[in-house]
């Protein structure tokens, strides 16, 4: 379903509550009715799933800090959840001064937007970014051992490109396997979580090394496109509304409370932070503490991204616009940005952060190979299965992972539909478990 190339994105379409599998939503609870919402069913789904608390063990910048007020990802999360839902509030009065005649249609928006944050890094690996790195490095380096001849060229491109956006796509969006902690959560809600609407062999995935679907979830990913009216006349999806301010919400926080967390672990003394945050509030006073200005300056960075929002809102509604929020921000802004991206580079190469890092690659390799050569054991043996049967180092690499009645039940699965199933194991590691994880294979494979 391709949309004339001047129909603008609709918000009876673009706030849609229908999830993967269904033929058509169901009906919204009635006015006043006591009932949960969709979108206030999404928000449930997400903190009581085991991806989201997993996120509580997931390094966000700083690894294995001392002080246990250092944020961790499920922090950022419910953080970004936070002025997502402000920043929802914002917009909501203004999409109902656009459309007064769908006023009630926006409710939901700030919910929507709450949900979109909270999962926007439910599919993160362990150890932060360097584990998306080193899982791409990796098999990089492995590919014949791992992919033996044995996946689709799709898939190959998947994991050599490994992302942390893709991964929290295929955990928030299906329902097919629950026991992965797939949550099938409404269209809106996925729609505002995707920052990179396209596939790894997308040109722009090589280019920028993002994108949010795997080719695991192409045809789901369609589903939703065309449900939403974002699929454009050109063929390429346009992006949710909504996306935009989920990214800038994280934009927002990551920034600001990372500097905050380099300052509480002495990388950075408290004055020169300060005086950053006092130049992005604009009207903070230098008595207050780090945290006050620190909120003062999210305030208005959250004004700055709903003054952007509005100023382009006709492009945003053609589907026309792909850039961040914050790549428009006024001068002071971009400057206050600028002058964070700087540090960044001090915190990065941080020689607690750096030893860290290098020991992440070794252990997500060994995890990696493990479970890959005792998943080419278990389907060389489809046809002749008896679990007892298997190989002692291929059992008990799986009971890592899997119960064997899963791995009974799913036995005839293909060495490419195993394989996803354990990059969504080793993707949801913990930091700590992963580190455990990696004793224990070594443990296994030692001679």
Known sequence: MTAPASEALQWPRLLSQKRAGQQRPPSPPAPGSAERSAFESDYDRVVF???????ARKTQVHPLAPNDHIHNRLIHSIEVGS???????????????????????????PQILQVGCLVHDIGNP?????????????????????FADRVSPRTRADLLLFEGNAQGFRLAA?????????????????????????????????????????????????????????????????RHPLSFLTEVADDICYRMLDME?????????????????LKLAGNARPDWSLAQVRGQAIEALINEALRIFAADYAAIM???????????FADRFRDGFAEI???????????????????AYKMIGRIIKAFALALQSLCDRRDSFVYRELP????????????HTYVEQHHQRDYDWWLRQAFDFIAGLTDNYAIRISSEIEGILAP
């Open 83 to 109: 002025v997502g839902r402000s920043l929802g509030k914002k917009v909501q009065a203004f999409l109902r001064r656009q459309h007064p005649a769908q006023a009630e249609r926006f409710d939901d928006v």
């Open 341 to 359: 991206a700087e540090l960044y580079q001090e915190i990065f190469s941080h020689r607690a952060k750096l030893g860290y890092e290098l020991g």
């Open 261 to 277: 967390d380099a300052v509480s672990m002495r990388i950075f003394p408290e004055r020169p932070i300060k005086e950053l945050f």
């Open 49 to 55: 799933s085991e991806p989201f608390r997993r996120l």
């Open 392 to 403: 002692f180092i291929t059992r008990k690499c799986l009971d890592l992972a899997w119960d």
């Open 318 to 328: 053609a589907g026309e616009r792909e850039d961040d929020l914050k790549s428009a």
């Open 126 to 146: 362990p150890f932060s970014h360097a584990g998306e790195y080193a899982i791409r490095e990796w098999l990089d380096a492995h590919q014949a051992l791992i």
């Open 174 to 238: 299906r329902h097919d396997n629950p026991a992965c902690g797939y949550m099938r959560l409404t269209y809106a809600s996925l729609g505002a979580m995707i920052k990179y609407p396209w596939t790894s062999d997308d040109p722009r995935a090589t280019a920028k090394h993002k994108f949010n679907v795997f080719s695991s979830e192409q045809a789901l990913f369609d589903d939703l496109a065309d449900d939403m009216g974002l699929r454009r006349a050109d063929n390429r999806i346009a």
